[in-house]
């Protein structure tokens, strides 16, 4: 299956626009059908259905929206986000949040997997999936993506927030590192040691970097360094 993009290069303020173009008898599956804002194509080339109720529960979403070619859409994207294609040839070992998935083509299958308890309980993520078949899934991304190689032994520790894949033989634990000032001021991050590479997304923003550049007072900015929890308390 073939798909044709026609998408910015770059992430404006006010979010994108993607456009798909499907050919004769090709079908994708759209997870957040309230993002198409225009459709080229039959009106029968669109049939929205309910989600089963694992997707209801991973997507926070009740209904996806299924398209065949020939057709074309554009899709809009929210502010500061950027949409990934990612085809999948065979089996991919790499585990995805659900939650990122914008479409898959037909043809993708998906299997769950289930994360810790404890870091279920600090990540607030339960389930991660993978993905096999033969197709393209699309991911929505915030911000540049890096690949990095991980390594059997030498731990690589990547900020929870911006982990966007990893492979399923990855070992990982929820932790920090530096001085203890640095692992009192940092998030959690993910030790992870194994084979293959990881997908880390740059995105996340706490606003520390804003308010720095907006010019806060340096005593302010000490306090909330030195003080426990002060970039909570400190405004």
């Given amino acids: 299956m073939q798909l044709e993009w026609q998408q910015s290069t770059k992430m404006p ?9 499907l050919g004769e008898a090709e079908k994708l599956h759209m997870l957040h059908p309230g993002q198409v804002i225009a459709y080229t194509g039959p009106s029968g080339g669109r049939s929205d259905r309910f989600m089963d109720v694992k ?9 996806r929206a299924d398209f065949t070619g020939t057709c074309r859409f554009i899709a809009s ?3 500061g986000f950027n949409l990934m294609p990612i085809p999948i040839s065979g089996g991919s070992d790499l585990l995805y949040d659900f939650r990122h998935l914008f479409y898959y083509t037909d043809g993708i299958k998906m299997q769950t997997r289930l994360l810790q308890f404890k870091n279920m309980l600090i990540t607030r993520d ?9 197709g393209e899934i699309g991911i929505l991304t915030k911000g540049a993506v890096v690949e990095m190689k ?7 520790y ?19 590192y530096g001085n203890h000032l640095a692992s009192q001021h940092m998030h959690y991050q993910w030790q992870m040691i194994g084979s293959g590479s990881v997908l880390i997304q740059s995105g996340h923003d706490s606003g520390e970097l804003e ?20 970039g909570i308390f400190i405004k």
């Fill in 13 to 21: 303020a006010s979010g994108q626009a993607v456009t798909i173009v």
């Fill in 150 to 156: 991980l390594h059997p032994t030498e731990p690589l």
């Fill in 158 to 176: 990547v900020d929870a927030r911006s982990l966007l894949a990893y492979p399923e033989n990855a070992q990982l634990k929820l932790s920090v």
């Fill in 77 to 79: 994207l929210p502010p």
């Fill in 55 to 63: 997707g209801m529960y991973r997507k926070r979403n009740l209904i």
């Fill in 211 to 230: 308010k720095h550049l907006q010019g806060d007072g340096l005593f302010k900015r000490v306090l909330r360094e030195v003080i426990p929890f002060g």
């Fill in 126 to 134: 339960a389930i991660k999936v993978k993905f096999s078949g033969e």
